[in-house]
């Protein structure tokens, strides 16, 4: 699904044009001197964040143990919300 979403991944010069395109990169607000990053973006393809989003809570859940979940784990006891960036 992502091949077929992204298509030819050459035409990206860099990662941070690939990542703006696939829309999982941060909101970014600034006020004076403070810069303060929000929840994800939703100005890229809504597919390639679905499937990317799958990607993960099955990473988070899959097999026993597994590295995603116990990292996962460790946000929440910290007290960082489920769905938090």
């Not at 690939?18 to 990053?37: R, T």
């Not at 859940?61 to 938090?84: M, N, S, T, V």
Request: net charge positive; charged share 30%.
């Amino acid at each position: 699904m992502l091949y077929i979403e992204i298509g030819d991944i050459d035409r990206f010069d860099s990662v941070e044009k690939l990542v703006a395109c696939a829309g999982p990169d941060p909101q970014v607000e600034q006020s004076g001197d403070q810069v303060s990053e929000k929840g994800i973006s939703k100005r890229g393809n809504r597919y390639i964040r679905s499937v990317l989003y799958g990607c993960a809570t099955a990473a988070i859940r899959g097999g026993k143990g597994p590295p995603a979940g116990r990292f996962f784990d460790r946000l929440k006891a910290k007290g960082k919300h489920r769905k938090a960036p």
